[in-house]
């Protein structure tokens, strides 16, 4: 395994540049649907956390690591799974059971907003999946790539921001 | 407190424990605002838990949660639900206490390792999924729990970076493991295809009318999930190798708590979902594997030379003890096993402390390297004793309590039944309570006793932080083996009265009525009366050991006068050999002890110990050998 | 009936043990890990197929009482399923990686430091 990814290749990266957009579309409008179509929170999670592979098969480690935070994924993990627990306490705090739907007044079955508090946890599941996932990866992709006499000493990388952005 | 207020506390208790592990991500570098965190997630599940007692367990109700409040329509059970009876609310009471104890010990202790900040993370994430278990009453619901404790335990037994055996013994345990959830989840496919519901009181209504192969293989596929989480026989060398590489803290939930979800599984699929406990062959399979893992481990631990090994391996025997008493199916076996359970969760954490305590020390657990550490940790030599005569079952302490009831149980059946078998099941209770004793008096020879090495002169007792917590459980143990009067009619006598009584769990969750009108045939399944006994006071036994050792001491001073002088070498194990040179350590250890003992039984130590041999393959061959043959014993015999 | 379904699903879980019961390399172990998984996933899914039957998805204005469609209820444990699968392979392969940093080798006889 090579230290230094050289990632020059002018067509893999002109086509993750071009298939980035797509690629996030796609997961969100799975995430969206997940009441009338199949898919939700977990699918369409995972399908936008592809975008982070996309831009790593295009610009390498480096590239990845300027441009996300790494820390603040992780974080927001936190903050989707907190999020979903408390649209569930709704219903404790209206006097009802936990997860109970709340609102009822929300549309025709067939709609996209149709399903009360459920679409709600679903945006928070989503959320939560694709933070998690994409850190995952970039997680796993820093070990692959850390070589063979550094130790992994449990911190998170983090990575300055270096000057020019992702466009060299 | 109405029912309207308390019915929500099982919900809160498991939320609090899962929204305390996101927010001690959140927190990130700040110790101080973890630590707050964590104790107080713990401690407010205690709270809710032991606020509970009143109603469920001195009252006799049963909670029954339907998440969303979907209700039974027509009476067919469409929503998740939570349903707490005094079983569940036992185990969950069990979990609580030991989660709360190691929570604050991990405090101090794992200042020593680096990566902190995913700590408690997967601690909390544990204790939530396994309090998710206990409480909770639909199948499928079970599974999830399930597979999230299986990833929080081995995450936290891969947590070491330090330890180098810690990767290779997490990833034998998810290997493993994941024979075991993929046969509670093959089970629950079958049994859902055959009563299209998942809810755990309608199946066990349904069940007995619908008996055919696929259900019989579904039951086979249910028992052997559950007894993989709980490491009976052949999954057991995988706890050895967990517990010792986990961080003490941790291998006290992997021993106390863990394996207690698989005795709850065990219980709920042959005494609730299929009934299947009055049949002779099914007692006669559960005592057979219950004395085999019983003796087998406790042989095994002769052969240790590692402390935390050592102390994994009685913690299966002890397990084999709980299911050799759950599989009599009398009222005073189940009552027995119960009592042994949470007997074993409150010693053999107090042990795995000590454990913890010792490594964080000295940092070694090697049972060769150590020795005389009383002189300088004196309270955790006497927390390491108070352990050590519970386990093996001496008055006054707990372990004499529970253990006394299962030898009573056995020898009961036994003259009942009129069959020498479980008389022989007697005997190796008593054997192997005899092997666990001598077991702990080489390990305190070893570690606290005896001579100190030179390089341990500057050790120092434990911090104040991790002995309160042991402190705390050593005061359980205590308590729990001096008046077991109050145990038994507040915290036992419900949950076995809760396990013979399905009609009334099944009533709780359906409607009334629910069960005279579906179930076909009502025979009980053991007298659901508890019977005394017997006339052994721990208190007496107290005073009969003081009395006794005052007499020994006496005796002995009396007759100092004559004992006659010897003129020995200084050093009487090496001076035959040095020359009359006095050698400066001569400390009888762990490997000299039962030198004998070990020597006539080589031939079958040394079978096992290659038996063992730590190849990942050799393990998943011998659990899917152990799935292949209770397949084929349930098909046979039901 | 699903008869070819559930055979299939028997082979898959069947070639998943003994791919982790014989072979060495604890990568190709981790494959049959998740080929028991998604044997247990494809059982899980034909157990709630209804002859004849629609997809559990409508909008407001079919929902009559005579509809007959498959069960939508396997379809839900089995997303959860196949989700518990991908955790574990994904927990698995990181251990895997840090195996090979620890021990150099990939062979599951030779990573015995704990035995006996």
């Known amino acids: 395994m090579n230290k230094k990814w050289k990632r020059d290749d002018l067509i893999v990266r002109s086509l993750a540049d071009n298939y980035l957009p797509i690629a996030l579309v796609l997961g969100f409008y799975v995430i969206l649907h997940g009441n009338i179509s199949p898919g939700g929170g977990f699918q369409g999670g995972v399908l936008a956390a592809s975008g982070v592979l996309l831009l790593y098969l295009g610009y390498g480690f480096r590239g990845i690591a300027t441009a996300i935070n790494m820390e603040r994924m992780h974080r927001l993990e936190a903050v989707g799974a907190i999020a979903y627990v408390l649209f569930a306490m709704l219903g404790i705090f209206a006097g009802y059971n936990f997860c109970r739907n709340i609102l009822w007044y929300s549309g025709n079955i067939g709609d996209l907003w149709s399903s009360g508090t459920i679409a709600l946890m679903n945006y928070a599941v989503g959320f939560k999946v694709l933070t998690g996932v994409g850190f995952l990866l970039l997680l796993v992709i820093y070990l692959l790539g850390m070589g063979e006499d550094e130790e992994h000493d449990g911190t998170i990388p983090t990575m300055e921001h270096e000057e020019g952005g992702l466009s060299k | 407190m109405t029912y309207d207020v308390y019915m929500h506390f099982p919900v809160l208790a498991i939320m609090a424990l899962f929204v305390g592990a996101f927010l001690v991500t959140l927190s990130g570098k700040r110790e101080v605002l973890r630590n707050i965190i964590a104790g107080a997630a713990v401690l407010i599940a205690l709270t809710l838990l032991a606020l509970l007692i009143k109603p469920v367990m001195v009252d006799g109700e049963i909670i029954t949660y339907w998440m969303g409040n979907w209700e039974p329509v027509n009476g067919y059970a469409i929503g998740i639900a939570l349903e707490v009876d005094a079983l569940s609310l036992f185990f969950g009471l069990l979990v609580a206490i030991a989660v709360a104890c190691s929570c604050f010990y991990s405090f101090q202790y794992i200042r020593q390792d680096d990566a902190r900040g995913g700590y408690f993370t997967l601690y909390l994430m544990l204790a939530g999924g396994v309090m998710g278990i206990v409480l909770s009453g639909d199948l499928f619901n079970i599974y999830v729990m399930l597979e999230v404790m299986t990833f929080a335990a081995v995450g936290l037994t891969a947590f070491r970076t330090w330890n180098p055996n810690a990767r290779e013994a997490a990833f034998k345990y998810l290997v493993v493991g994941s024979i075991g959830s993929s046969c509670v989840l093959l089970g629950t496919a079958l049994v859902y295809a055959q009563c299209h519901t998942l809810n755990l009181a309608q199946i066990s209504a349904l069940i007995p009318g619908r008996m055919n192969p696929t259900m019989v293989l579904a039951f086979a596929l249910l028992f052997t999930g559950f007894g993989c989480k709980s490491f009976m026989f052949p999954f057991h060398p995988i706890a050895a190798d967990a517990h010792g590489a986990a961080p003490s803290s941790v291998s006290v939930l992997i021993s106390g708590v863990f394996t207690k979800t698989g005795v709850y599984g065990i219980i709920r699929v042959s005494y609730f979902l299929f009934r299947s406990m009055g049949l002779t062959s099914m007692q006669t399979g559960l005592v057979f594997i219950g004395c085999v893992s019983m003796f087998v481990c406790v042989t095994m631990a002769l052969n240790q030379h590692d402390f935390k090994r050592l102390l994994a391996f009685h913690s299966i025997s002890q397990i084999g003890y709980i299911l050799t008493s759950l599989g009599l199916c009398t009222a005073l076996g189940i009552a027995g096993g119960l009592y042994h359970a949470i007997n074993h969760t409150l010693f053999k954490g107090l042990l795995f402390l000590t454990a913890g305590a010792v490594l964080y020390a000295t940092g070694t657990t090697y049972l060769e390297k150590l020795g005389g550490l009383a002189r300088k940790m004196p309270q955790t030599a006497a927390l390491f004793l108070i352990g050590a005569f519970s386990i093996s079952g001496i008055p006054p302490f707990n372990g004499f309590y529970s253990k006394w009831m299962i030898y009573q149980a056995t020898f009961e059946k036994a003259s009942e039944t009129g069959s020498i078998g479980y008389a022989l099941v007697t005997v190796v209770c008593v054997v192997t309570s005899v092997l666990t004793l001598a077991s702990f008096i080489k390990v305190g020879q070893s570690v606290f006793f005896g001579q100190m090495p030179l390089e341990y002169e500057n050790v120092k007792e434990t911090p104040l932080s991790m002995r309160i917590p042991m402190w705390i459980m050593a005061a359980l143990c205590v308590f729990t083996g001096v008046a077991p009067n109050i145990m038994i009619n507040y915290v036992i006598g419900p949950a076995t009265g809760a396990v013979l009584n399905f009609p009334g769990y099944i009533d709780a969750a359906m409607g009334e009525g629910y069960a005279a009108a579906t179930i076909t045939d009502t025979g009980y399944l053991a007298e659901p009366r508890l019977l005394t006994i017997g006339a052994w006071n721990p208190v007496n036994w107290l005073l009969l050991f003081v009395v006794v050792l005052a007499a020994v001491f006496l005796v002995s001073i009396l007759g100092k006068r004559d004992r006659g002088e010897v003129n020995c070498a200084p050093d009487s194990k090496h001076a035959v050999f040095f020359g009359g040179e006095e050698s400066q350590y001569s400390h009888v250890a762990s490997g000299d002890l039962f030198w004998g003992f070990k020597h006539n039984l080589r031939g079958y130590l040394g079978f096992m110990s290659k038996a063992h041999s730590g190849v990942t393959n050799d393990y998943v061959l011998w659990g899917v050998t152990a799935l292949a043959v209770i397949i084929l014993y349930c098909f046979a015999f039901m | ?116």
Do not use: W
């Not at chain 3, 709630?48 to 407001?60: H, K, M, R, S, V």
């Open chain 3, 1 to 116: 009936m699903m008869l070819a379904n559930y055979i299939g699903a028997v082979a898959l879980v069947v070639i998943g043990f003994y791919a982790m019961v014989m072979k060495r390399d604890i990568i190709k172990i981790v494959v049959g890990m998740g080929l028991v998984d998604y044997g247990l996933n494809l059982m899980i899914v034909s157990v709630g197929f209804n002859e004849g039957g629609t997809a559990p998805i409508y909008t407001f204005g079919e929902l009559t009482s005579g509809m007959y469609f498959v069960d939508p209820i396997p379809q839900a444990l089995t997303l959860t399923s196949i989700v518990i699968g991908a955790c574990v392979t994904a927990m698995a392969l990181a251990l895997c990686v840090r195996l090979y940093k620890e021990y150099g080798t990939l062979d599951a006889h030779e990573i015995r430091r704990l035995h006996g």
